[in-house]
């Protein structure tokens, strides 16, 4: 459902933007009255939260405007004004509920779905389809009373279709309903989004899809008849603690888990903090004034805006004593008023104790901000060195990962009891005096990791070298040995690289049998493990719907009807797109002739009918990881761990022409003086230059940027959805981090910089090469000017009319083999 929100404190609209959007609301943000009303006009919304003091249009003339032009939205009002009168006013004006600030962020959304609810007198407080079911009160969807996990988007689908069940929806008005206007997608990504929601609800156990497609129109519910409905029925399964990201979609389950304090708590808390101080700051400054009776008429304005603005602000980060101490402050800096010698000493009183409740604000996180979910990959370390479990910890978290600690296997089954970890760093100590046993209660624990479905990988660390110990290591499931004490730095390499390997949310798999019940026990086995199955029994529509799902894996059956596996594993490897696509045949004549021609065929590997499961399972996990190793190899540079230039240039290519639409910036960057470097303290410290702002580049562009090492010092970078102040501030936010490495090397440290030369691609029609060529023009200026700078192109020129400028001395071939060691 879509939220318009109307408030001009940034604080509030973060805060309350990010708890909406966790409820599964769409949310738009508009800074003043006016704005707010050019939004209420333009588009149609579910409910209005408007705050009463705005610039431009307050809230009171807002709600009546609205109510004029015969908009019934629901408007709940927010105010730090709480009185009868004002009370009075706002529900006058036509709003149809008051919340006073500072306010219990609970009780607000309570009020928001009590007003959902009466806008729709037919809404059922529970909507239901058949044995599926969607509690809006606490976001919770369950199929046959098991708890279904859905992003974010999958959710607002189902919510939507099932609060609208005779209603066609349009890709576009989908889109309407459930994207928020700064990032509307395409049409593909919803249907993608209908085809994720239809996936998890077959796998929960509805094999009768209830969205149905209405051909050159959109989608709609279908008729909830319980006689058609079938369920499949998969058995009991073993309870199991929830894993802290499921592998589908890692990043939306963190929202529907339980809170855990993270970095991006922290980083909200820093920014509000910051906030917070300035606008104390500025009341006191006033107050100051006052007292020297040189207070001007606008710090007077902006003092009472500020402490109207720190009494909502305030409530909202749990000190009510502080958004109190405001609310008093704010009457006593009102226009017009002439205080007294008390009223002065009070207000001065009163500015020294909003002072002392900041400062002791600063030590710890609000409440409100515990909710935040974490959504790094999270590390459990089993280690009974507290020192040493510290150090890994610190690494891990410096390197993008959640880092916990566990002093004892008792302690780390506590910590998993309702949550899995990402990945385990298991200490495995030697128990007895001769040095000869492992301690049997941290074996009993990795062998439990090892149970879960799809089990938990655990890189163990053990000072003990005999071959009997690793194999035993390995027979309860651990997936790297390390020697003990290792190497911080190492010890995460390990982790990333496991959780590298193990990463199955972008597995799709597509699956060819004319025997439904086999193309069923195939989805039953592969999707606990995050894995994406797409089943044809249509060999005839296989190129179409091959080039529809992109698989990253092939299972064909060998007989089919019309045209055999095997035929199909042939088409297939005599395709250059797909020659190199991993195929596993299904075969019920495992006899050598039949092995053969799968074989010359060009399959990878064959299972026999009847299937085993655990065989399976295995062979389609192994074949996976295989193959995304040999990818790995192809495309991404050793060294940087950015993606090559082969592999890049069709990202960017394939980005240019999806991302159009939106604002798209390209740019080129290269290492200054890294030649000098090379020779100065010789290679082996280039090469860890590339490699530390690979890892930076990574860190400051982590999944939103299409990046890749074109060769020696050069890197190449799209961003999207940025204008090209945004851009500019996010590039020059990496200059600076670079500037702060300090790389440590003989016969003194030093530090190096990085130049920048970036354009803002065209609208339409732009090409990688003519992009390009314009950021290159732009780099070689930023050369020229002494480098450590960004310098951007013409923007929105064909590239054609930018005069190509002769490279500067100083400017380095990235090709060249003396600049820079290979990669």
């Given at each position: 459902?879509?939220?318009?929100?109307?408030?001009?404190?940034?604080?509030?609209?973060?805060?309350?933007?990010?708890?909406?959007?966790?409820?599964?609301?769409?949310?738009?943000?508009?800074?003043?009255?006016?704005?707010?009303?050019?939004?209420?006009?333009?588009?149609?919304?579910?409910?209005?939260?408007?705050?009463?003091?705005?610039?431009?249009?307050?809230?009171?003339?807002?709600?009546?405007?609205?109510?004029?032009?015969?908009?019934?939205?629901?408007?709940?009002?927010?105010?730090?004004?709480?009185?009868?009168?004002?009370?009075?006013?706002?529900?006058?004006?036509?709003?149809?509920?008051?919340?006073?600030?500072?306010?219990?962020?609970?009780?607000?959304?309570?009020?928001?779905?009590?007003?959902?609810?009466?806008?729709?007198?037919?809404?059922?407080?529970?909507?239901?389809?058949?044995?599926?079911?969607?509690?809006?009160?606490?976001?919770?969807?369950?199929?046959?009373?098991?708890?279904?996990?859905?992003?974010?988007?999958?959710?607002?689908?189902?919510?939507?279709?099932?609060?609208?069940?005779?209603?066609?929806?349009?890709?576009?008005?989908?889109?309407?309903?459930?994207?928020?206007?700064?990032?509307?997608?395409?049409?593909?990504?919803?249907?993608?989004?209908?085809?994720?929601?239809?996936?998890?609800?077959?796998?929960?156990?509805?094999?009768?899809?209830?969205?149905?497609?209405?051909?050159?129109?959109?989608?709609?519910?279908?008729?909830?008849?319980?006689?058609?409905?079938?369920?499949?029925?998969?058995?009991?399964?073993?309870?199991?603690?929830?894993?802290?990201?499921?592998?589908?979609?890692?990043?939306?389950?963190?929202?529907?888990?339980?809170?855990?304090?993270?970095?991006?708590?922290?980083?909200?808390?820093?920014?509000?903090?910051?906030?917070?101080?300035?606008?104390?700051?500025?009341?006191?400054?006033?107050?100051?004034?006052?007292?020297?009776?040189?207070?001007?008429?606008?710090?007077?304005?902006?003092?009472?805006?500020?402490?109207?603005?720190?009494?909502?602000?305030?409530?909202?980060?749990?000190?009510?004593?502080?958004?109190?101490?405001?609310?008093?402050?704010?009457?006593?800096?009102?226009?017009?008023?002439?205080?007294?010698?008390?009223?002065?000493?009070?207000?001065?009183?009163?500015?020294?104790?909003?002072?002392?409740?900041?400062?002791?604000?600063?030590?710890?996180?609000?409440?409100?901000?515990?909710?935040?979910?974490?959504?790094?990959?999270?590390?459990?370390?089993?280690?009974?060195?507290?020192?040493?479990?510290?150090?890994?910890?610190?690494?891990?978290?410096?390197?993008?990962?959640?880092?916990?600690?566990?002093?004892?296997?008792?302690?780390?089954?506590?910590?998993?009891?309702?949550?899995?970890?990402?990945?385990?760093?298991?200490?495995?100590?030697?128990?007895?005096?001769?040095?000869?046993?492992?301690?049997?209660?941290?074996?009993?624990?990795?062998?439990?990791?090892?149970?879960?479905?799809?089990?938990?990988?655990?890189?163990?660390l053990t000072a003990q070298n005999r071959l009997i110990d690793r194999v035993q290591i390995t027979r309860m499931g651990g997936q790297r040995i390390l020697a003990s004490p290792v190497a911080p730095v190492q010890a995460v390499d390990a982790v990333l690289q496991v959780l590298h390997h193990t990463r199955t949310e972008a597995t799709r798999i597509l699956a060819v049998d004319d025997d439904p019940q086999v193309l069923a026990a195939l989805q039953t086995l592969l999707e606990p493990w995050g894995i994406k199955v797409t089943t044809l029994d249509d060999p005839l529509r296989f190129l179409d719907v091959l080039d529809l799902t992109s698989p990253d894996l092939l299972v064909l059956d060998v007989e089919l009807p019309h045209v055999s596996g095997i035929e199909l594993c042939q088409v297939v490897r005599n395709d250059p797109h797909w020659s190199g696509l991993p195929i596993l045949v299904l075969t019920a004549h495992a006899n050598a002739e039949t092995m053969h021609r799968v074989f010359a065929a060009g399959a990878d590997d064959y299972v026999s009918k009847p299937i085993v499961g655990p065989e399976f399972i295995t062979r389609i996990l192994n074949r996976l990881e295989r193959s995304r190793l040999l990818r790995h190899l192809a495309d991404i540079d050793a060294l940087t761990g950015i993606a090559n230039r082969r592999k890049s240039t069709q990202a960017l290519t394939h980005w240019l022409q999806v991302e159009q639409p939106q604002p798209c910036c390209f740019a080129i960057l290269d290492l200054d003086q890294l030649k000098s470097v090379n020779h100065r303290y010789g290679h082996a410290a280039g090469d860890h230059v590339l490699s530390r702002f690979g890892r930076l580049l990574r860190q400051t562009f982590p999944g939103e940027a299409v990046m890749g090492r074109w060769g020696g010092t050069e890197f190449v970078i799209g961003l999207t959805g940025l204008t090209q102040s945004e851009a500019d501030q996010r590039l020059t936010e990496l200059l600076d981090s670079l500037r702060q490495i300090e790389f440590a090397a003989a016969p003194e440290a030093f530090w190096v910089t990085c130049s920048i030369g970036a354009v803002l691609c065209p609208p339409a029609g732009a090409d990688l090469q003519s992009v390009y060529r314009a950021a290159d023009v732009a780099l070689s200026q930023a050369k020229a000017a002494g480098g450590d700078r960004i310098i951007w192109g013409p923007v929105n020129l064909p590239v054609d009319t930018i005069p190509h400028l002769t490279p500067p001395a100083n400017r380095r071939n990235p090709l060249t083999e003396d600049e820079c060691s290979p990669s």
């Open positions: 459902m879509r939220i318009l929100l109307i408030e001009d404190d940034e604080l509030l609209v973060h805060t309350l933007s990010k708890a909406l959007t966790e409820q599964h609301y769409t949310v738009d943000v508009a800074t003043d009255g006016q704005m707010g009303w050019d939004l209420a006009e333009s588009f149609s919304y579910d409910l209005i939260l408007l705050d009463v003091v705005l610039p431009k249009l307050n809230g009171i003339q807002l709600c009546q405007q609205l109510r004029r032009q015969g908009n019934q939205t629901p408007i709940l009002l927010l105010t730090a004004q709480d009185t009868h009168t004002s009370l009075v006013t706002g529900l006058d004006a036509g709003a149809d509920d008051y919340m006073a600030k500072p306010f219990d962020l609970q009780e607000l959304l309570a009020r928001i779905r009590a007003l959902l609810r009466r806008s729709s007198t037919a809404l059922p407080p529970l909507l239901q389809w058949r044995n599926l079911q969607l509690d809006p009160s606490t976001c919770e969807v369950t199929c046959n009373n098991q708890s279904l996990h859905l992003t974010p988007k999958e959710y607002g689908l189902l919510e939507l279709f099932l609060r609208n069940r005779h209603r066609i929806f349009s890709c576009g008005a989908l889109i309407d309903h459930l994207w928020s206007l700064e990032d509307p997608p395409t049409e593909e990504t919803v249907r993608s989004h209908v085809k994720g929601l239809r996936q998890k609800l077959k796998a929960a156990g509805i094999a009768d899809d209830p969205l149905e497609t209405v051909y050159g129109i959109g989608y709609r519910l279908k008729p909830a008849d319980p006689g058609k409905a079938r369920v499949l029925d998969k058995g009991p399964d073993k309870p199991q603690p929830q894993r802290s990201a499921k592998p589908t979609d890692s990043a939306e389950q963190a929202r529907l888990q339980a809170p855990q304090p993270g970095v991006e708590a922290n980083q909200i808390w820093r920014q509000a903090k910051e906030s917070l101080q300035r606008r104390a700051a500025v009341v006191e400054q006033a107050t100051s004034l006052l007292l020297q009776e040189q207070l001007n008429e606008e710090l007077r304005q902006q003092a009472e805006q500020e402490a109207h603005r720190l009494a909502g602000s305030l409530g909202m980060f749990g000190s009510e004593e502080g958004s109190r101490l405001a609310q008093d402050i704010e009457p006593l800096l009102a226009g017009g008023r002439s205080l007294n010698s008390n009223q002065r000493q009070r207000l001065s009183q009163l500015v020294r104790e909003l002072r002392q409740t900041l400062q002791q604000m600063d030590r710890g996180l609000p409440d409100l901000l515990v909710a935040i979910r974490d959504e790094r990959p999270w590390l459990l370390i089993v280690h009974g060195d507290r020192a040493t479990a510290a150090t890994l910890a610190a690494e891990a978290e410096s390197r993008g990962l959640r880092a916990e600690i566990a002093a004892s296997p008792t302690a780390a089954r506590r910590r998993i009891a309702h949550h899995l970890p990402d990945a385990v760093l298991l200490d495995l100590p030697i128990t007895s005096k001769q040095g000869q046993t492992l301690a049997p209660s941290a074996l009993a624990l990795l062998a439990e990791f090892s149970s879960y479905t799809p089990p938990v990988p655990v890189i163990v």
